[in-house]
């Protein structure tokens, strides 16, 4: 088996034996995946084989040369971009025939014949922008065959070896199936085809299959235009007789072999489709003028060339197995010894004298005729059949009388011992009798052919001894299947006249006409109560069936639906009609729905007949109705109260007899409604848009919500106010205050200068009101802060001295608790870490703009209450008072910049580092805590002042600016987060702008006298 094995470069060539040729293209594994480019339209201002300048970037590959131009395509050669291969690629015109384009593709990828090149497996399909296709190949390097063949260099040998290797290729084609039938090229011809070398010898390969389709495909207009192909290569009956093509697609091919072996023989190319040389009889001439006598070879070519293609042999395989019967002039070194030994005996001859030399050497005589009229000695001896040939060797003759009919009948007497040789060609006469004078060879084999247009060929042999032979032609009829009613009848009339009638249609609904006419049929196909169905068989062909398929639609009939003026008819979404009128309908069983306004809709099937009308009565209506279904949704603490409250349920306004309540059935109309639902002691729910089918019940849920009570404090002193002990202000005393229902709540009453009483009120019902009565007593003379004493305000933050201060500081920093009073108070924003914190947790994401309005309103409130004495406030530590705080106390520099990091190795818990277990809540590294974010304030001993997490917990805000005009502030001691020595030393400071907020940031208070600040 041949391969064809790449060049380098992406080029290609065959190798292998001479038997069958494989084209071999490697895979290109790992190239790009293909994407849509544009037309090149700069290539149509290129000539056939010019260069493209600047090569041409066309999805995954580089154009570089313009190869050829036709009607329907480009072809181009470059390189793939991935593996830098030579291809050749053939991109459809946009004018051109894209189906047929198409069409080459996909038999170019599914023929699987050895010596045709294949279509890359990656990149070798696609599509332009513009939906024009293309496909690419590897780039096979050598000549064409039309190049070849005028090469004088090649040997006539070798030519007819590649020739012989091309029909090899074509029988295979011929039997390779596409859609069930062979394929044929249809447009062969030399610049289709490479001549490629490798080491076992030349070998061709087929390029375009532009005009290849299956067998029996007709791809010529009823006009008779051509498709395509090349003048001179295809034959003038394709155009003459299109139909032919249908029968005699092979034939096609064969022609196009023939045309190419003259050039083999002769170097002579069809100059169009009227070259006369390119004839039966002009082939025999350009042959014997340039080759020595052989009748076989000519009468081959001359059956090619004929006009009708039954005369051609019927496949490439068949021609070839005849070209090979034709064996001397294969040979030229057996030529050579047949002309010298030729001479040497015509020399003999003139000598001694032609009867002499006949009768003392016969067996001589006869070698040299023989070798003069085609014979040679090297020659392997040809098989019995073809032993001896009539055109060579005389016989005594017999008359083969015969007699024919009908008349115009065509006869033609075959010798099969001569390779299938036509001995004669005849047309009956009218009277039918025929007398033919035949060679009496004992080794012949006669056979008579005849045939007649509309009739059935007819081949008997021929026995010399026998009497006349009588041969009629039997009239070529076809058949056709009707798949169509049961018990239709079938009408039928041919061309000519002839009229027939078929029927009744079985009940497999399969009827089968037979003995047919060929020609044109026009038919009909009737049945009572149903359509007439007509049409036309236009050339019905013996041999080949038709089949028509043609069921007959029923008649429709007609339904009135007798009932209410606004009853409808529907047949699904479709509104067919309305009562008491004919509504027409296709025969067959209906399911329709009876629709009346206010009633439930009715079901109804009904069988209507061909052709037929039938009449109901609707009745049994019943009124469209719905239910509800209330379903109350209330807090799990007032469920019971919910229970046993009054409800009112109120439809489009109108109250409603609620029994079984949540559900109320069947007597709800159907429609839109709105339901509004009213329970004693929650506030009344309303929903809008209801709807409410028929038989369905619709879900509703109403969320209930109870209405709060009403809490009045009569206080003593009356300007006293009422507090949330939790935090938040409730009201002043001695108004109605609005409190949750059903929740216990603690109340403080406060005035100024009176001390505050707690109240435990108990749940109240919904809507209840409740009276309680508080009197204060006065407080004793308030003592002022000190700078030299404990102080507790009222959030319960303990305050004490700091030396060498004149403020009292928070031994806390400021809890979660804390903050969140001021925020219930005055709505101010505050974002919550992404961890749990407890109530004595550090509030954090606090900026130093929080801190300074909580101080403010804590200033304020205990100001109002009389708790803090005028002169005194709550404020952030300056960052000179938090280092005395944490024990630093001879810091240089003026500014909090230029103290920072001026006190090395001092640390909140003492001078060693890294810190001793339960130093404070630092950084998981330093494993001194066990908490992963913030912890409890106090949760570690305190300093010696007495104040707790002055390091670590969280970073604590200052009041002071980082630097002069910098517009930051300070925060110090470090947080939770924190694990170097540098953020946990005691002189250490880090800055932020005022709005800064984090989750490791807070704050402590410290209370100060206005001379303080």
Request: glycine share 8%.
């Amino acid at each position: 088996m041949r391969t064809l094995t790449p060049f380098p470069g992406g080029a290609s060539a065959l190798s292998g034996s001479a038997d069958s040729v494989t084209v071999h293209v490697d895979r290109m594994d790992s190239l790009p995946t293909n994407v849509q480019p544009e037309f090149p339209r700069s290539l149509g201002n290129l000539a056939d084989g010019e260069a493209i300048s600047p090569p041409l970037p066309f999805g995954p590959f580089t154009l570089r040369r313009l190869v050829r131009r036709s009607q329907m395509s480009l072809v181009c050669e470059g390189t793939h971009a991935a593996s830098n291969r030579r291809v050749a690629v053939k991109l459809c015109l946009p004018q051109a025939d894209r189906r047929r384009f198409q069409r080459e593709i996909e038999l170019t990828r599914r023929i699987r014949t050895t010596g045709v090149i294949k279509i890359l497996d990656h990149d070798g399909v696609g599509e332009t922008l513009d939906r024009c296709p293309y496909y690419a190949t590897l780039w096979i390097e050598g000549p064409t065959l039309g190049e070849f063949l005028q090469d004088d260099a090649p040997t006539l040998e070798e030519k007819l070896e590649v020739f012989e290797q091309l029909c090899t290729i074509m029988g295979q084609l011929h039997h390779e199936r596409w859609d069930g039938q062979p394929v044929t090229h249809r447009d062969l011809k030399p610049s289709n085809i490479k001549v490629v070398m490798d080491a076992d010898g030349r070998r061709p390969v087929l390029l375009d299959w532009g005009l290849a389709c299956a067998e029996g495909a007709n791809d010529l207009t009823l006009t008779g235009a051509h498709p395509g192909g090349t003048p001179g290569y295809y034959p003038s009956w394709s155009l003459n007789h299109p139909r032919w093509v249908k029968t005699y697609g092979k034939c096609w091919d064969v022609y196009s072999l023939a045309v190419i072996l003259v050039e083999v023989l002769t170097k002579a190319r069809p100059a169009g489709n009227d070259d006369p040389r390119f004839t039966p009889t002009g082939v025999r001439a350009l042959l014997r003028a340039h080759l020595p006598d052989n009748r076989r070879l000519e009468d081959l070519l001359a059956r090619c060339f004929a006009s009708h293609p039954r005369e051609s042999p019927p496949t490439a395989e068949d021609f070839l197995i005849e070209l090979r019967a034709c064996r001397d002039w294969r040979r030229s070194r057996a030529r050579k010894w047949r002309y010298a030994g030729a001479a040497m005996l015509a020399g003999l001859i003139l000598a001694v004298g032609h009867e002499v030399f006949r009768a003392a050497a016969p067996d001589a005589y006869q070698a040299l005729i023989s070798r003069l009229r085609g014979k040679e000695e090297e020659t392997p001896p040809l098989p019995a059949n073809l032993a001896r040939d009539p055109q060579i060797i005389s016989w005594t003759n017999f008359t083969l009388r015969l007699n024919v009919s009908p008349v115009g009948t065509q006869v033609r007497v075959v010798n099969h011992r001569a390779n299938g040789l036509v001995v004669t060609n005849l047309t009956a006469p009218p009277t039918g009798q025929m007398e033919i004078l035949l060679p009496d060879d004992p080794d012949a084999r006669y056979s008579v052919e005849a045939f007649l247009s509309g009739y059935h060929p007819v081949t008997q042999a021929v026995d010399p001894d026998s009497g006349p032979l009588t041969i009629r032609l039997e009239k070529l009829r076809g058949e056709v299947e009707f798949l169509t009613t049961a018990g239709a009848f079938i009408h039928l009339r041919h061309e000519g006249g002839e009229a027939r009638t078929a029927g009744p249609v079985p009940a497999a609904g399969k009827l089968r006409v037979q003995s047919l006419d060929e020609g044109t049929w026009d038919w009909q196909i009737h049945l009572a109560d149903h359509e007439t169905n007509s049409g036309r068989i236009a050339r019905l062909l013996s041999g080949r069936p038709e089949k028509v398929e043609r069921p007959l639609k029923p008649l429709p009939g007609r339904l009135s639906v007798v009932g209410q003026d606004t009853l409808t008819v529907w047949a699904g979404a479709n509104r067919l009609g309305v009562a008491n009128e004919w509504i027409p309908l296709p025969a067959g069983t209906h399911d329709l729905t009876l629709r009346r306004p206010g009633f439930r809709s009715q079901s109804l099937r009904v069988d209507i007949p061909p052709n037929r009308d039938i009449s109901l009565v609707a009745s049994n209506w019943v009124v469209e109705a719905g239910s509800l279904r209330i379903t109350m949704d209330v807090p799990a603490a007032a469920a019971e109260c919910a229970a046993k409250a009054s409800k009112r349920l109120l439809l489009d306004g109108v109250p409603l007899t609620v029994n079984g309540f949540p559900d109320l059935k069947g007597n709800v109309g159907v429609g839109t409604h709105t339901v509004r639902l009213e329970v004693a002691g929650f506030a009344p729910m309303e929903q809008t848009g209801v709807q409410v089918r028929d038989a369905e019940t619709t879900e509703l849920r109403f969320p209930l919500q109870p209405l709060p009570a009403r809490l009045t404090i009569a206080a003593e002193p009356a300007h006293a106010e009422v507090y949330r002990v939790s935090g938040g202000k409730l009201g002043p005393a001695g108004t109605a205050i609005e409190i949750p229902a059903l929740e216990p709540l603690i109340v403080e009453v406060q005035a100024p200068g009176y001390r505050s009483e707690q109240r435990r009120i108990p749940p109240l019902a919904p809507d209840s009101a409740k009276l309680e009565v508080v009197k204060l007593q006065s407080l004793p003379r308030l003592v002022p802060p000190s700078p030299s004493r404990l102080w507790t305000n009222i959030l319960s933050m303990i305050f004490v001295p700091v030396p060498g201060t004149p403020v009292l500081f928070s031994i806390w920093e400021t809890r979660v608790k804390d903050y969140e009073q001021f925020v219930e108070e005055t709505g101010r924003d505050w974002p919550r870490p992404r961890f749990d914190q407890g109530p004595t947790h550090p509030a954090v994401n606090v900026s130093w703009v929080d801190g300074k309005a909580f101080c403010k309103w804590l200033t304020e409130r205990e100001h109002k209450l009389g708790r803090l004495p005028a002169g005194w406030e709550y404020r952030l530590p300056t960052d000179a008072e938090w280092s005395l705080a944490v024990g630093l106390i001879n810091e240089r520099g003026t500014t909090p910049k230029d103290k920072n990091d001026k006190t090395n190795n001092v640390y909140p818990w003492g001078s060693h580092w890294p810190p001793l277990a339960q130093a404070g809540n630092y950084s998981s590294l330093l494993k001194v805590d066990s908490f992963e974010f913030t912890s409890p304030v106090g949760s570690f001993a305190p300093n010696r002042f007495g104040l707790c997490d002055l390091g670590g917990n969280v970073w604590e805000w200052c009041e002071d600016e980082y630097h002069w005009n910098s517009g930051t502030r300070v925060l110090r001691g470090g947080a939770w987060d924190c694990g170097h020595a540098v953020n946990l030393a005691s002189g250490s400071r880090h800055r932020e702008f005022p709005g800064y907020r984090d989750e490791v940031a807070g704050f402590r208070v410290v209370l100060a006298g206005f001379s303080s600040r």
